[in-house]
């Protein structure tokens, strides 16, 4: 029987999976520098094989095919899958896609296969357990790979008045958020027996300023040299690597 945060999770994305042109595919200059920060992160190489976990509506499947990497994408959710797997159809790298709905705590469908890198894009915040996954991505690792996740900053209060904005992003979805303070999460993939975590942050300003006022971007490197601001944007981007 799957638990309480399966079925929850499980049961809102394949409720909002339509959802996913309007939220996850509009280009704009705020999506693009998350983006760009996250991939400069991975480091995504032709031929490399990635295991992307929460893949939901392909924002970041996406680039990854465009960069050449082969890419397994996985989701809890059946409707997200689907969705996958209309929106990349004709996209001239679809071979080197694949899609599984499976759970990120387990991978169980995932077995046998090694990766070059793991990846996910605000998915910890949605397990119960970050060691879990910390824990699945080292076993499907190579020697020399690495783990890469961009997460909500729980110090950033934008979240929390998000939450309450947008009563269809319930809390009982995102409570997790609460769970994912860098500390805590960098000392669940220590104890999976990842060397090192290293902790990077994005987003000085709301989305909306720097959609606006894109040259942000280049006040934001500037602030983020200043460490107990930069504790407090809006996102974190996690890199863990085995070796």
């Known amino acids: ?13 394949d409720a909002t999976a339509d959802e996913y042109d309007e939220n996850f595919q509009q280009a704009n200059p705020y999506f693009a520098f998350v983006l760009d920060r996250f991939l400069a ?3 995504p190489r ?13 924002r970041f499947t996406l680039p990854l095919l465009d960069r050449g990497c082969r890419v397994t994408a996985v989701d809890i959710s059946r409707r997200s899958i689907e969705y996958l797997e209309r929106l ?3 996209h001239p790298e679809r071979g080197s896609l694949t899609l599984v709905e499976d759970d990120a705590t387990t991978l169980s469908r995932v077995r046998g296969r090694e990766f070059d ?3 996910g894009g605000h998915i910890l915040h949605h397990v119960p357990d970050v060691r879990a996954v910390a824990t699945r991505a080292f076993e499907r690792l190579g020697a020399r790979g690495r783990a890469v996740f961009l997460e909500p900053n729980p110090w950033n209060l934008q ?8 009563p269809r992003r319930s809390w009982r979805v995102e409570r997790g958020i609460v769970r994912v303070w860098p500390g805590r999460v960098c000392r669940g993939f220590e104890a999976a027996g990842f ?6 942050t994005v987003g000085c300003f709301p989305p909306f300023v720097h959609n606006v006022f894109p040259a942000t971007r280049k006040l934001e490197g500037w602030l983020g040299h200043w460490r107990p601001l930069a504790r407090t944007f809006t996102l974190n981007v996690f890199v863990a690597r085995k070796a």
């Open 117 to 119: 890198a793991v990846v």
């Open 46 to 58: 032709p031929g490399e094989r990635i295991l992307e976990l929460g893949a939901s509506g392909g």
């Open 159 to 166: 979240w929390y008045v998000h939450l309450a904005m947008h």
């Open 41 to 43: 992160a991975v480091d």
């Open 88 to 90: 990349t159809a004709g």
């Open 195 to 200: 060397r090192a975590c290293r902790v990077t």
């Open 1 to 13: 029987m799957p638990s309480d945060w399966q079925d929850v999770q499980r049961r809102f994305y």
